[in-house]
C-alpha cells in the first residue's frame, strides 16, 4: 500500500493518520521525495483502504499487489518524465540518443566526440571515467581529472554528461560534473550505493545486471526511490546466456515488459546488449520499435583504437547514419 500525504501535513492531521495506522497495525515507511511524501507499507492481511483515504492528511492511497512499490505502474498511470533542464527532458514522447566513447581518454577524444553530437543535436554524452573491468591489468578510466574534463568541453556546448559511478565514496565528488549517474551491470545490487544514491537529488540509471531479472532490476529503482530519489531510469543491456556468437542476449522482451510493469523511462544499451559493432545500429532500432523512451549508444572517432570496448562501438560515419534512421522511423513510430 501507498499512502501519498498532502502537502505540508499539520501534526494533528498526521498524529490522527498514525492512530488509525496503529490501530490496523500497519506499519509504514516514511519517503520523501521532490514532488510528495508518501508512508509505504507491506500489507499482511487485508483492510478496507477507504479509511485511509477518507482522512484529511491523505491525498491518495493506493493497493498494490507488486512486492516493489514505489516504482510501479499499479498506482502512477502517468509515465515519469527525467528533466535535465535547459529544455533537455527524457520522455514517452520522444526517443532520447545518449552517445559517447565507453571511456574518456583524452582532451582531443573529448571534442571531437561533442562536435558530431553537436551536429547531430544530441543532447547527452556518455563516458566512463571510472571502469569496472574484468581484468584488473585493462585500462580503468582516468578518474576525476577525466570528468572534470569531460564536464568543461559538455558544459560549453550545452551537452549533458552521464557517467557511471562505482561506489559510494565517488557521489559527492562527482556530483558538481554529472546530469545522470549510472549504476553499471555489476553494481545493480550493491544496495548501499543504491541507497546512497537515493539520497541525491541526481537522476540515476540502473542497468539490469548481467543475470539479474525484470523484477529484480525493478526493486533495485526501489532501492533509490525508497531512499528519497525518484528520478530514475531503467536500461535493458542484456544478459549473460549460453549462447557465444555474440556479448549477451539482448532481452527484447524486457522493454515492453518494463513500461507495462513502471513508469520510470527505459533505455536501450545495443551497444552492450550484442557486442558487435556491425549489428549494433539494428538493436538500437529494434529497442526503438519495442517502445523504449531512449538508447545508449557507444561512439568513438577511431574505434579500433578506443581503450575499451572498440569491438562494439560505432565510428562517426556509422553513428550519422543510425541517427538519420532513428529521427526518420521514429516520426512513424511516435
Sequence with gaps: MIIQLIPCISPAQEQELNKLLDSLQIKVMKVSAASATYLVAVLKQEID?????????????????????????QWKV????????????????????MAGPCSIESEAQIE????????????????????????????RGLGMNGLKMFYKAC?????????????????????????IYQVGARNTQNFNL?????????????????SGTIDELLQSAEYVFSAGNE????????????????RNTFDINAIPILKEKSHLPVVADASH?????????????AGLAAGADATIV???????????DGQQTLNFSEFDKLVAKINSIKEILM
Excluded: W
Excluded at 530514475?232 to 543491456?237: G, K
Excluded at 546488449?273 to 532500432?285: E, M, N, Q, Y
Design 49 to 73: 483502504i477507504r479509511k485511509v483515504g477518507e482522512l484529511s492528511g491523505v491525498a491518495d492511497v493506493h493497493r498494490l499487489t507488486d512486492p516493489y512499490k514505489l516504482v510501479s505502474h
Design 78 to 97: 502517468d509515465p515519469t518524465e527525467i528533466d535535465l533542464g535547459d529544455g533537455v527532458v527524457i520522455n514517452r514522447k520522444d526517443f532520447t540518443i
Design 112 to 139: 571531437q566526440v561533442v562536435a558530431n553530437l553537436v551536429k547531430n543535436n544530441i543532447k547527452i554524452m556518455r563516458g566512463g571515467v571510472y571502469k569496472p573491468r574484468s581484468s584488473p591489468y585493462a585500462f
Design 155 to 179: 558544459h560549453a556546448q550545452g551537452i549533458k554528461i552521464i557517467t557511471e559511478v562505482m561506489q559510494v565514496s565517488q557521489i559527492e565528488p562527482m556530483y558538481d560534473y554529472v546530469d
Design 194 to 210: 543504491l541507497d546512497a544514491l537515493g539520497k541525491t537529488d541526481k537522476p540515476v540509471m540502473i542497468k539490469r545486471g548481467i
Design 231 to 246: 528520478k530514475i531510469l531503467l536500461c535493458e543491456r542484456g544478459i549473460r546466456s549460453f549462447e557465444h556468437a555474440y
Design 273 to 285: 546488449g550484442i557486442g558487435l559493432r556491425k549489428h549494433v545500429p539494428k538493436i538500437v532500432l
Design 298 to 308: 557507444e561512439m568513438h572517432p577511431e574505434p579500433e583504437k578506443a581503450l575499451s
